[in-house]
């Protein structure tokens, strides 16, 4: 798989991705088309891109850059409030693309290897949301909390697929809800650290 580097034109690629699937599915999704669409020539699609999977991996990695860069360092607030904003924030990265997404969301039903091509990097994508919110973690215990976490976005996606609501209101219900059930599990397990400290006057109340 070749190293992707982001340009100044890749909005307007990423952008006519999503057209194209929009309109044609992923099955209909060419390189000629893509290249028509975003108004590049191929041979300049090719250097970058060799396969249709590596223009799809930029979005996720584009994906990714959005919260990083909408992340304020030592943002305090509880774990769980932290993984909320993070994810929600990178729904918020995806509502432009919505219609191409929910396409290509159909397709994967009956293109279970697309699917698996996807799956190592959302558990990528996922421990990057991690570092975003924060939350700290040994190397093996945040394997753990990454593939926690993709449970916790799938659930999340799925509610988001249904819901074309504005406010995205059933989409944030059911991320709490997915939230709580991974809380349940992870705390007991010491698996969520990196929590704001209380403050000076919490502790007073605690010693004395």
């Known amino acids: 798989m070749s190293v992707m580097t982001v340009t100044s034109s890749d909005e307007t690629l990423i952008a006519a991705l999503w057209r194209v699937i929009a309109a044609h599915g992923w099955a209909g999704l060419s390189m000629r088309r893509l290249a ?16 249709r999977l590596d223009v799809l991996l930029l979005h996720g990695r584009m994906m990714d850059q959005a919260v990083l860069a909408g992340t304020i360092p030592g943002q305090g607030g509880s774990a769980r409030d932290r993984i ?16 191409g997404i929910l396409r290509l969301f159909e397709d994967m039903r009956r293109d279970p290897a697309l699917a698996l091509a996807l799956a190592p990097h959302i558990g990528i994508a996922m421990r990057w949301m991690l570092e975003a919110a924060e939350v700290e973690a040994k190397s093996c215990e945040a394997r753990l909390l990454a593939l926690g976490l993709a449970g916790v976005w799938l659930a999340t996606i799925r509610a988001w697929v249904g819901d074309d609501s504005p406010d995205m209101g059933a989409t ?19 698996l969520l650290r990196g929590e704001a400290a209380p403050p000076p006057s919490a502790k007073a109340a605690e010693t004395s």
């Not at 993070?86 to 219609?99: G, K, N, S």
């Not at 709580?180 to 010491?190: N, S």
């Open 36 to 51: 028509a669409e975003a108004g590049v020539d191929m041979a300049s699609l090719r250097e970058r891109f060799p396969t």
């Open 84 to 99: 909320f904003d993070v994810l929600m924030r990178r729904l918020d990265a995806m509502q432009p693309h919505r219609e």
């Open 172 to 190: 944030m219900a059911a991320l709490d809800s997915a939230l709580d059930r991974a809380e349940r599990i992870a705390r007991p397990l010491g």
